[in-house]
């Protein structure tokens, strides 16, 4: 009996563009929330 190789589960890896903009999203959401408490 033949034991068969494990294979390794890879995540999905983010590049940088894609964690960059991210970041800027949640600067943006950052400062529009900070807006709207002085607001209300």
Request: hydrophobic content about 40%.
């Amino acid at each position: 009996m033949q034991k068969s190789k494990a294979v390794p589960h890879h995540e999905p890896v983010m590049d940088n563009e894609q964690i960059n903009l991210i970041g800027t999203r949640l600067a943006d959401l950052s400062a529009r929330t900070d807006a709207l408490r002085g607001y209300l």
